[in-house]
Nanobody, 120 residues
C-alpha cells in the first residue's frame, strides 16, 4: 500500500523560508508527475507546483520566483523550497503523485497535509 508522508511545515515569520518534503512509502512506479497543492481556510484546494518525468516544471503565478520544486526520483521524494514567505501563503500543503497505471489511466495519491503558517 502506497502512502505519501509529508514533513517540514510549521510557523514562520513573513519573509522566512521553509522546506517541505514528501516521500512515498511502499512500492510505487511509473510516476508521471509529482506536485504540491494547498488549501487555505475557507478556500478550495489549489495547485502550487509540479514536476514531471523529463523535469518539466510548472508553478502557479503567485509563487513564481519564490518557491522551487525539486525531486529525488531514487527516493520517490518531492521537495518544495519556499522562500520570501507571505501571510497569504498560509495553508495546509498537500503533496500529490500521479501514477501512470496503464495507457490512458492515471491514479492520484495524496499526502495527509502539513500546515504552513506565515505570521509575525
Amino acid at each position: 500500500q502506497v502512502q505519501l508522508v509529508e514533513s517540514g511545515g510549521g510557523l514562520v515569520q513573513p519573509g522566512g523560508s521553509l522546506r517541505l518534503s514528501c516521500e512515498a512509502s511502499g512500492s510505487i512506479s511509473n510516476i508521471y508527475q509529482m506536485g504540491w497543492y494547498r488549501q487555505a481556510p475557507g478556500k478550495q484546494r489549489a495547485y502550487v507546483a509540479s514536476i514531471r518525468s523529463g523535469d518539466s516544471i510548472n508553478y502557479t503565478n503567485s509563487v513564481k520566483g519564490r518557491f522551487t520544486i525539486s525531486r529525488d526520483s531514487a527516493k520517490n521524494t518531492v521537495y518544495l523550497q519556499m522562500n520570501s514567505l507571505k501571510p497569504e501563503d498560509t495553508a495546509v500543503y498537500y503533496c500529490n503523485f500521479i501514477v501512470d497505471l496503464r495507457p490512458g489511466v492515471l491514479y492520484h495519491y495524496w499526502g495527509q497535509g502539513t500546515q504552513v503558517t506565515v505570521s509575525s
